[in-house]
């Protein structure tokens, strides 16, 4: 299956495909659960609170998961490394957010704290196992492809998350087509059944799609430094390592620089995506076109992303993303004067343009800060997680392998 075509987008193995398609897996939470689907949803369910305090509430609920998401990222990240267990977390961090993204299925109006715990569980499995995912990409990536291959992930995702997404409406729109109820003299439960059967499907779409990373995808090997042994205490060497890594940095500045960046422009992204609905809502545009333009977001979303991984070999990748960056800004002061719905159809195609790209080249940028010619001294053993949840794992930066 390797032609130039997938070569020429660094998808010619089938580990780099399986990789990649764990974007196409996680990006259905992202599309449908934080963006699109559930935040408008979660109004409804909240109804008693009134929109403002419910508004809060969501807000709190979210900043709490992604809280304790980055405080053990990086006690989880060490662990992982000690016992090479990278793709074990990741696959229990999916776990824990796909069923726990399902079990929205049982949230009735009233149910909003059941609600908001499960969508909080549902951020750490997301931040969390896309950590792991990421951190796999320097081993994934062959010379020279970080980032082609960062930039198709996000393209993928985009085109999985639109997917989802698409099919997701149509259940909400027309639950006719796929016999659900509809019309009037509903009960609540047969009237949200719709939205409800949607959130289940991203739950079983996120479980799916990860088998394949978790099948084909090798695990890196078990690295120790010549202070520890392979009995130590799993908790004493994660703190260590931790430690370690915080001084190691210094070495490595532009390295920490980034770390430090990353930490607040990511959050500055996240803010946008995750509070668009709610903004839009509190502006009263119409609902239909509102969610028609996240989805028209997720496919232009997907040549803009490899788009950006072509620009970023010709211009470099720095450059990309301060691009990327200057966009977000601009986005967000035009936000500040939208009053009609075309506003926020334009601010929308706006953010595909380089949500993608700029996320993609970001991770790409950080992992490939540690020149490969010095692979065989110093090992990247965690790179950077600057993913759609805003969560991080700080690198780790190792000698030889122990024999």
């Not at 019309?183 to 609540?188: A, I």
């Not at 695990?219 to 010549?226: D, H, I, K």
Request: aromatic residues 12%.
């Amino acid at each position: 299956m390797s032609t130039p075509w997938l070569r020429r987008f660094a998808l010619d193995r089938p580990e780099a495909r399986a990789w990649v398609l764990y974007d196409w897996a996680n990006s259905a939470f992202w599309t449908t659960v934080v963006t699109a689907v559930f935040p408008v949803y979660f109004i409804d369910l909240a109804r008693e609170l009134g929109r403002e305090r419910a508004t809060e509430r969501f807000t709190q609920a979210t900043t709490l998961a992604l809280i304790v998401s980055a405080l053990v990222a990086p006690v989880l990240g060490s662990l992982a490394d000690f016992r090479a267990l990278k793709k074990t977390m990741l696959g229990a961090f999916a776990l824990l957010g796909s069923l726990a993204t399902a079990a929205l299925f049982f949230a009735l109006p009233g149910d909003w704290l059941f609600a908001l715990v499960c969508f909080a569980l549902g951020n750490v499995g997301a931040a969390a196992s896309t950590a792991f995912y990421d951190a796999l990409l320097p081993h994934v990536a062959r010379e020279g492809e970080m980032d082609r291959l960062s930039s198709s992930g996000f393209a993928i995702g985009y085109l999985g998350g639109g997917l989802c997404l698409a099919l997701n409406l149509a259940v909400i729109l027309r639950p006719q087509w796929f016999g659900l109820p509809y019309g009037d003299g509903l009960t609540p439960a047969q009237a949200t059944l719709p939205v409800r059967v949607a959130l289940l499907t991203v739950g079983l779409w996120w479980l799916v799609f990860t088998l394949p990373l978790l099948l084909r995808v090798k695990e890196p090997p078990r690295l120790l430094e010549s202070d520890e042994n392979a009995g130590a205490s799993v908790l004493k060497v994660s703190f260590q390592r931790l430690g370690e890594t915080l001084r190691e940095l210094r070495r490595y500045r532009q390295a920490f620089t980034l770390l430090i960046a990353a930490l607040i422009f990511n959050d500055g992204i996240q803010t946008v995506l995750r509070m668009a609905a709610l903004y839009a809502a509190a502006k009263d545009l119409d609902r239909g076109v509102v969610v028609g333009t996240f989805l028209a977001v997720q496919f232009v979303g997907i040549p803009c992303a490899f788009g950006f991984g072509a620009l970023a070999e010709r211009f470099g990748t720095k450059l990309m993303v301060v691009t990327g960056l200057a966009t977000f800004c601009l986005i967000s002061v035009l936000a500040y004067f939208m009053s009609a719905t075309w506003h926020f159809v334009a601010l929308g195609l706006l953010v595909a343009l380089v949500q993608g790209g700029t996320q993609a080249l970001t991770r790409s940028m950080f992992a490939s800060l540690v020149p490969r010619a010095q692979f065989g001294e110093i090992f990247i053993k965690r790179g950077l997680v600057t993913d759609a949840g805003g969560m991080m794992i700080l690198p780790r930066l190792v000698g030889p392998q122990k024999a």
